[in-house]
């Protein structure tokens, strides 16, 4: 198991940003894509945002226009920055990589990360 290490949750207010950062091992950065994911105590966890080794992206609805993901490949580093948060986006976030296919389905990654708590207060 490749470890991916997770940074940057916290509480923010209605409205307010925070930026997650994911370092990810050298061998398992060259999937296909990597991408963040979030999920609820007691529910299914969700795709939010992908990228894909060349670049292109794909995004949740829910968070479209809000949240953008990148990546800087000499870092082996995935990002995530999330603007005009909204209390439904209280979650943990976690990044998982390993992926052959570029998608937003949880079962098409390989590993992940342990998560970091993003709270949003109303």
């Known amino acids: 198991q490749v470890p991916l290490v997770e940074s940057g949750g916290g509480s923010v207010q209605s409205g307010g940003s925070l930026s997650l950062s994911c370092t990810v091992s050298?061998?398992?950065?060259?999937?296909?894509?990597t991408a963040w994911f979030r999920q609820l105590s007691g529910k299914e966890r969700e795709g939010v945002a992908a990228?894909?080794?060349?670049?292109?992206?794909i995004y949740a609805d829910s968070v479209k226009g809000r949240f953008t993901i990148s990546q800087d490949n000499a870092k082996n580093t995935l990002y995530l920055q999330m603007n005009s948060l909204k209390p439904e986006d209280t979650a943990m976030y976690f990044c998982?990589?390993?992926?052959?296919?570029?998608?937003?389905?949880?079962?098409?990654?390989?590993?992940w990360g342990q998560g970091t708590q993003v709270t949003v207060s109303s």
């Open positions: 998982a990589t390993g992926s052959s296919v570029h998608s937003l389905s949880p079962s098409a990654y390989k590993s």
């Open positions: 050298t061998y398992t950065y060259r999937s296909r894509s």
């Open positions: 990228i894909r080794w060349d670049g292109d992206t």
